[in-house]
Each structure stands twice: as structure tokens, then as C-alpha cells.
């Protein structure tokens, strides 16, 4: 049974109060996580809207999605973590990634995969309670012990892929809404998990997508800023998908344009140099039938979770939305014998 999950941010307009009563709801009808991401110039902090998530829920899992080692030291990251531990016991996640929008604002580069891969170790023995080495001595987090909480890596392109296969308990896939791309991602997050010697069903796949469900039109609208995130983001590819290589110079367009203070903001101006075209073949647009189709071809691939961006302007409307595109997934996938 493939598993539902939620990712949102916490913007600078909205009152905490509303965000809380929106994941309760979310619970109630079932959903299995919530991510809250970690943009520190674009959002409110992750890690205290996670605090009050945890207070008031009882069984949602929960974690930053994602937050990274740069801007945040894996010290702090394991005690935010622990910290979240001591109030939603069993429930908690570790979503981690090389550094994105929290970190090319400040002039910074994202984390090699060899020191990503180090980071995790580190982030794994601290929340262990285990000790690890600082450049002046051994260090570890006092009063801690384990099991540490499982750790998701936020991957897209291959050798990160294979590290969350080879290293990580479980991968968060970014990248277009496309069974054909997603495939192609499981397959490297296989061939690092051969690689280790480990077992396929050690690493938790989640696929990230976003949706909008409207009229085509409307629908295809709603999710361009997200896709001008994606779009940006896949400038940085090493080999775009055969399928997106027509839409190259819009991508190039869509990352000189972006504004990180406007990060996934639905209302950012930067969104306009993305096409319908472009915005429809990275995220899920359309109407209930239409989008159900979309998230039943992606769980199809082999996700063990889908996870769907709320995105802000009524997410209230959006969760609403979500929940009946996914039981319309469910209900048809049911009926050809699938595993959604």
C-alpha cells in the first residue's frame, strides 16, 4: 500500500495557528507525513513550525523536508532532531539534501556527494548518541541515546541517487512528474543499494511531486512557480531527460530569473518565464481525473510513499483536493489489482 505524504512551507504570511489546523485535518484523513521545509530567507524556521506540529498531533510522522549540513551543522540538525524526538516519540523524520535554497543566496555550494555522504554518517551516530570527530576533539550529544530516527536523502541526479541507496534509510526523489524520469531515478537508487550489499526494501522510496487540480488551465497556472524551481534546478542536471531537452533554453531562462526570496512563493514574478508547456510536463495539472491518472503512474513506478507539495493560496482547498485525487487513484487502482 503506497503511502500519502505532505510537504509545505511555512510562509511569512500565515498564521501559525492555520498550519497546525491544516496538518490536523491532514491526519484525520489519513495522511501518513509531513515535511516542512527548510528555507531559512524564503520561510519561517522548519524546525519550530515541526515543534508545534509535534505538540499537537498524535500520529503523523514528521521532519524537515529537507533541511542540509551547510547552513545548519549536523550537531544542531541532530539536536533539532532529538529535541522533536523527546515530543512526538517514533513519529520523527530526517529529511536531509546537499543545500539548495538555503544555501546558493548566501554564495554557498552545495555538499560533494563524498561530503554528504560523511554528513549523514555523522548525523546517523549523534542521533545514536554515539560520538563523532570535530577538528578538536570527539564530540557527541549529551544525554542522547539511540535508535536514531530514519534518514531521508533529497536526490535527483544519479551518483546522489545511488548514495541514498548505498547510505541512507530512505530517498526522497526530486524531479519531474514523470514515470519514465522516476523509473530511471529507482534504478540508480538500486544500483547503490547493490553496490552496499544491502536489501532493496532497506531504503523507503518517496517520490516528491507537485499538484494543482483545476481546470487544465487554471491548474497548469497554479504549480508554475514550482516549476520554475524544478526548471531551475535542472539546469544543474548532467543529462537532462530526452523528453525535457526541447524546453533547455527555458530552463537557462528560468534560473538567471530566479529570485530565492520568492522561493516557491505561487504569486512569484519569476514564474512567468516558465510555458504551460514546460509548467505541465515538471508538475500534476488538471482536473480530479486527470491528476488521479498522474499519481497512479507514478506510484505504479515502485513508490513506496507519494508525496505531494500543499502549495499556499487555499491550502485548505488544495488538501481537499489532494485527499479526493487520491482516493480516486486508490479506488481505480483497487479495481485493476495495483498498489496504491
Given amino acids: 500500500m503506497t503511502e500519502l ?7 511569512h504570511r500565515e498564521p501559525a495557528d492555520r498550519i497546525i489546523s491544516l496538518i490536523q485535518e491532514a491526519e484525520a484523513a489519513g495522511v501518513d507525513v509531513c515535511w516542512v521545509i527548510d528555507s531559512q530567507l524564503a520561510m519561517r524556521d522548519a524546525f519550530v ?3 508545534l506540529i509535534a505538540r499537537e498531533t498524535t500520529s503523523i ?3 524537515p523536508g529537507v533541511t542540509n549540513l551547510i547552513t545548519r551543522h549536523p550537531t544542531v540538525v541532530a539536536n533539532s532532531l532529538v529535541t522533536l524526538r523527546s515530543l512526538a516519540p517514533g513519529r520523527v523524520l530526517a529529511g536531509v539534501g546537499a543545500g539548495d535554497s538555503a544555501v546558493y543566496p548566501l554564495g554557498l555550494k552545495p555538499q560533494s556527494v563524498v561530503r554528504l555522504g560523511e554528513g549523514i554518517g555523522n548525523l546517523r551516530a549523534l ?3 554515539e560520538t563523532i570527530e570535530s577538528p578538536n576533539d570527539e564530540v557527541r550529544l549529551s544525554g542522547v541515546e539511540g535508535p536514531a530516527e530514519p534518514i531521508f536523502l533529497a536526490a ?3 551518483r546522489m541517487l545511488q548514495l541514498a541507496g548505498a547510505v541512507a534509510d530512505g530517498v526522497i526523489i526530486m524531479g519531474p512528474a514523470d514515470p519514465d524520469v522516476l523509473r530511471a531515478q529507482m534504478e540508480h537508487v538500486d544500483r547503490g543499494v547493490e553496490e552496499a550489499g544491502r536489501s532493496p526494501t532497506e531504503v523507503l ?3 516528491w511531486v507537485t499538484m494543482a487540480v483545476d481546470c487544465e488551465e487554471r491548474g497548469v497556472d497554479a504549480v508554475r512557480s514550482w516549476a520554475s524551481a524544478q526548471a531551475r534546478w535542472l539546469t544543474k542536471w548532467a543529462q537532462l531527460p530526452p523528453s525535457l531537452l526541447r524546453f533547455e533554453a527555458e530552463m537557462r531562462q528560468a534560473a538567471e530569473t530566479y529570485d530565492f526570496e520568492r522561493h516557491l512563493s505561487v504569486s512569484a514574478p519569476h514564474a512567468a518565464v516558465v510555458s504551460d508547456e514546460l509548467a505541465a510536463a515538471l508538475a500534476v495539472a488538471g482536473d480530479v481525473d ?3 491518472v498522474r499519481i497512479r503512474e507514478i506510484a505504479d513506478v515502485g513508490a513506496d510513499r507519494v508525496t505531494v507539495a500543499l502549495l499556499s493560496g487555499g491550502r485548505e482547498r488544495r488538501l481537499e483536493d489532494l485527499l479526493t485525487v487520491w482516493q480516486s487513484a486508490n479506488t481505480a487502482s483497487a479495481t485493476r489489482g495495483g498498489n496504491t
Avoid: E, N, T, V
Fill in 156 to 158: 535527483s541526479q544519479p
Fill in 49 to 51: 513550525m515541526l515543534g
Fill in 5 to 11: 505524504g505532505i510537504s509545505l512551507g511555512w510562509s
Fill in 61 to 63: 510522522r514528521l521532519g
Fill in 127 to 129: 542521533l545514536a548518541g
Fill in 205 to 207: 522510496r518517496d517520490a
Fill in 290 to 292: 486527470q491528476c488521479a
